[in-house]
């Protein structure tokens, strides 16, 4: 187990709904990350939060936003939900090194179903 | 990431033999690579990495394979094992992307008893 927990587990919502993923860091991580895989895909990168400013962001609308906490703790949000929106929604935590890569690990996922 | 739909490609092999998952990534760019596990139901998990400066990297019964001029990476699991059923992922990034993984499109490892 990584320490990367998420909640909730799964979920079922209606088209236009809102959500709200949560998702707390492994202890000594400062930067979370959130990403959406589809079935059979791989992970699509949504954006990063790093000391509480988003720090990057990947191909995907406004509608998607998300926090970071002063604890590092973070929400993604998701507004007018879409059929397309179904998918598990990963976060991953990593250290935060200044102008390095570093390694990511991820939580369980929430399982978003829209109907 | 590679969208490669609900047909994974898949890797069947018999227990004890070795398996080599490969990986093509289109980023010259790419400075560190990762390759993560999932199981069905779980969140990726961490297996090995390596860095754009070496070009081999061994953990315990895994190996990575980083060959930058034909940007190709291989995960090499030895003595292949029940538990190791699970679709493995290449990831990729570099500096300027701000540590935003890009991801391939998933290798289904199946293992036979």
């Known amino acids: 187990e990584t320490g990367v927990t998420q909640s909730p587990t799964h979920l079922i919502k209606t088209r236009g709904q809102q959500v709200t993923l949560r998702c707390s860091s492994q202890s000594g991580h400062n930067t979370v990350s959130w990403y959406q895989q589809a079935l059979g895909q791989g992970p699509q990168f949504i954006f990063q939060?790093?000391?509480?400013?988003?720090?990057g962001r990947g191909n995907f609308p406004p509608r998607f936003s998300g926090l970071q906490f002063p604890n590092y703790s973070s929400e993604l949000n998701v507004n007018a939900l879409e059929l397309d929106d179904s998918a598990l929604y990963l976060c991953a935590s990593s250290v935060g090194l200044a102008g390095l890569t570093d390694t990511q690990y991820f939580g369980p996922g929430t399982r978003l179903t829209v109907l | 990431g590679e969208n490669v739909g609900l047909h994974l490609p898949t890797l069947s092999v018999q227990e004890g033999d070795n398996s080599i998952i490969n990986c093509a990534y289109s980023n010259s760019a790419s400075d560190y690579f990762i390759w993560y596990k999932q199981e069905s139901g779980k969140g990726p998990q961490f297996i090995i990495d390596?860095?754009?400066?070496?070009d081999k990297r061994q953990g315990q019964r895994v190996t990575v394979l980083l060959n930058k001029t034909v940007k190709h990476l291989s995960l090499q699991i030895a003595a292949t094992q029940p538990g190791d059923s699970a679709v493995y992922f290449c990831a990729e990034t570099d500096n300027n992307a701000g540590n935003m993984l890009t991801f391939g499109g998933g290798t289904r490892l199946m293992v036979k008893p």
């Open positions: 390596i860095r754009s400066n070496m």
């Open positions: 939060y790093y000391r509480e400013e988003e720090n």
